[in-house]
């Protein structure tokens, strides 16, 4: 074990990867000389040589595209968009390219790519630099969506999706990079995709929340405590393939539900959670689902509109609080 | 001369360009028989440019395609009954029907392949070129694409960083002067699309796309050079569509003196005529009746398979939790 800033655990699985597999490459802006923009990349292009660790020109729609089809042949890309407010321009590459093919083509190719991308807001970057576009991402059957929240899961999650035989969109946060974490060293260590982590156990509640949100739902938890209230928080790493079993596990116990995300409200991925768990865990609520997301509204740029729209521990409690009342 | 086809490869050209027309004719007249489903986008007159720029290729090289592939298909190997087969929607099919006429793909040929995204098979084989490079392999992509996806922004992005990068990759502009609808002079200030590739400092060059050898020897030099890792070349391939611009077109906007003049310059007739002298009528007959009689059996046999079956699909199971 080491401790680790997050940007350095997901450093330290690209290294990892590229060591153990040479048809592992790196492409994105700035990610070569200047290492990235977050500096997940840093010294990549020293160690693998240009050939395998790329500066490319601002290219977004083709870059998406040529990743797609680098993996049919033979590679396993590793994509940065420097931002999630950029990946609207990779969705055709994503939607009408990646998505379709092993299907409509019979399993006749593979696409072990993964798109790395940061979004989601806090940092004063504007309504362009912002973003959570989760639910856009995983409306897509075809395309897995992972979303880790400490920096041991950065590092193995980031190497599951390279190992992965499909297309793997992994949203960091940009706010996560500068946490720090224990993270194992092992080059063998990996974190699967698909299953959530419960990060507090609780009797009261389960919160079910993604990627820094969970953080935020941490906080919460700690102050329900006080009011007298145990909150279960479970952290949704992966929002797709969904661990649907885990949510209803929650449930079960806890019979009260709450989920937070920090994209939009509407057709927004806490909407699409409120329904799974209605879907499956109908019986076993004492309560409807509450949702906290960003409001229906671009995020502002000044501090305190921004603090305003953010979902944050202070949301969360109040939801939990109308939830068991 | 320097990367001209031999007899042999001029004369299986012939037969291929033959193969497609058959394969169109009989589409037409399926589809006026209300046999076809879904838009059918035929090359009719335009075959010389998808069969002679892939009868350069080897089966290692990746070719991506357009939703007018018919000829890049047949060009690139594919037998024409599964790819019959593939676009009546039966389970014999190229995909199991599951892909189409418009996105046909046969990996193990290298096609992958059609795409009815306009634009989009161009940076894809740009990425398979990305990737050849990375792996230190000596193949070369090739991307066929129309006058009317050399107007997209993606196109852009990949001939640059196809060119500052190097990639072995070969663009072949099948420029048969409409977009859906629209004439070229709608689209684009230039006639000739490839003075952009000075923009890359990519060379580039104009050829008959109704002359079978002239685009096999325009776009042999480009893939000569791309395969010594000299980077891409872009190929422009001028050519007509004879037929409308889909089975769903009603027509009115091709002047009937520009498809005479067109239909004049047949490129089958044009190699016809080329190696009428080599080999002999004949035995260019023997081999125009052989084909036809393939594609009539393929026909036959596509139309008498059974559709596939449907099942949950197993490659999406990965993606969604079981609920
Ligand atoms: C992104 C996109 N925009 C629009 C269309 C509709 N469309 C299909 S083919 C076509 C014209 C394409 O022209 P060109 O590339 O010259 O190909 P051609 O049909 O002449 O072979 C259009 C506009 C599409 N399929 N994809
Ligand atoms: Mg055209």
Redesign the pocket.
């Known amino acids: 074990m080491a401790m680790m800033r997050y940007a350095e655990a997901l450093n330290a699985a690209l290294r990892e990867e590229m060591q153990a597999d040479a048809s592992v490459f790196l492409f994105g802006e700035d990610i070569g000389r200047y290492g990235g923009v977050f500096k997940v990349t840093k010294g990549l292009m020293e160690e693998f040589g240009e050939l395998r660790v790329r500066d490319t020109p601002i290219s977004e729609q083709a870059m998406t595209a040529m990743a797609v089809t680098a993996a049919m042949t033979g590679t396993r890309p590793v994509l940065e968009i420097m931002y999630a407010d950029f990946v609207p321009l990779s969705l055709d590459a994503l939607i009408n390219q990646a998505s379709i093919y092993e299907y409509i083509w019979n399993g006749q190719v593979r696409m072990p790519f993964v798109l790395r991308t940061q979004g989601g807001g806090g940092a004063g970057a504007g309504a362009q630099h912002s973003k959570s576009l989760d639910s856009m991402l995983a409306h897509v059957p075809g395309i897995k969506v992972v979303a880790p929240v400490t920096p041991a899961d950065a590092k193995g999650m980031l190497k599951s999706a390279i190992r992965d035989s499909q297309p793997v969109v992994f949203l960091e946060h940009k706010l996560l990079y500068n946490t720090r974490g224990e993270v194992p060293e092992d080059a063998d260590f990996t974190v699967p995709l698909g299953k959530a982590a419960t990060r507090r156990e609780g009797r009261d509640v389960s919160i079910f929340a993604t990627s820094r949100m969970v953080l935020e739902a941490l906080k919460a938890a700690d102050a329900l405590e006080k009011d007298g209230i145990s909150a279960e928080v479970i952290d949704l790493r992966s929002l797709r393939p969904l661990d649907v079993e885990s949510i209803a596990t929650s449930i079960a116990r806890t019979n009260h539900a709450v989920v937070v995300n920090e994209g939009w409200n509407f057709c927004g991925y806490a909407a699409e959670l409120s329904a799974t768990i209605m879907d499956r865990c109908f019986d076993d609520l004492d309560a409807p689902v509450a949702r906290v997301t960003l409001p229906d509204m671009p995020v502002p740029y000044s501090e305190p509109l921004e603090m305003a729209v953010l979902p944050d521990a202070g949301k969360i409690r109040d939801a939990v609080l109308r939830v068991v009342k | 001369m320097k990367n001209a086809p031999s007899i042999e490869e001029h004369v299986e050209m012939y037969r291929k360009m033959i193969v497609v027309r058959r394969l169109e004719e009989g589409l037409g007249r399926l589809h006026k028989e209300g046999k076809t489903r879904g838009p059918i986008?035929r090359c009719d007159g335009q075959e010389a440019v998808g069969v002679a720029a892939t009868a350069v290729l080897r089966d290692g090289d990746k070719l991506t395609s357009?939703?007018?592939g018919h000829a890049h298909y047949i060009g690139k190997g594919l037998d024409v009954y599964p790819v019959i087969a593939e676009i009546f929607g039966r389970a014999t099919g190229s995909c199991a029907g599951r892909a189409g006429h418009m996105l046909i793909a046969d990996a193990e040929k290298g096609l992958i392949g059609g795409n009815?995204?306009?634009?989009a098979g161009i940076p894809a084989a740009t990425g398979m070129a990305l990737s050849m490079q990375v792996l230190g392999r000596k193949d070369v992509a090739m991307c066929i694409?129309?006058?009317?996806?050399a107007q997209t922004g993606i196109c852009h992005e990949a001939m640059n960083m196809a060119a500052l990068w190097k990639l072995p990759v070969v663009f072949v502009l099948?420029h048969?002067q409409?977009?859906?609808t629209v004439p070229s002079s709608v689209q684009s200030p230039v006639a000739d699309l490839s003075i952009r590739a000075a923009g890359y400092n990519m060379p580039a060059e104009i050829v008959d796309g109704n002359d079978a050898v002239a685009v096999y020897r325009a776009v042999a030099n480009m893939v000569d050079r791309a395969r010594q890792g000299l980077g891409p070349g872009l190929i422009e391939a001028k050519t007509y569509?004879w037929e409308g611009?889909s089975t769903s077109d009603m027509g009115g906007y091709q002047t009937p003196e520009d498809i005479a003049a067109w239909k004049a310059r047949d490129p089958i007739r044009i190699s016809y005529d080329a190696l009428k002298n080599e080999v002999g009528a004949a035995a260019l007959d023997e081999i125009e009746r052989e084909a036809g009689a393939e594609v009539a059996a393929a026909f036959a046999k596509a139309l008498s398979d059974p559709f596939p079956a449907f099942a949950v699909p197993s490659a999406y199971a990965a993606y969604s939790g079981a609920l």
Request: hydrophobic content about 40%.
């Open positions: 986008h357009t939703h007018r009815a995204i306009v634009g694409f129309g006058d009317g996806a099948e048969n409409f977009g859906l569509r611009f």
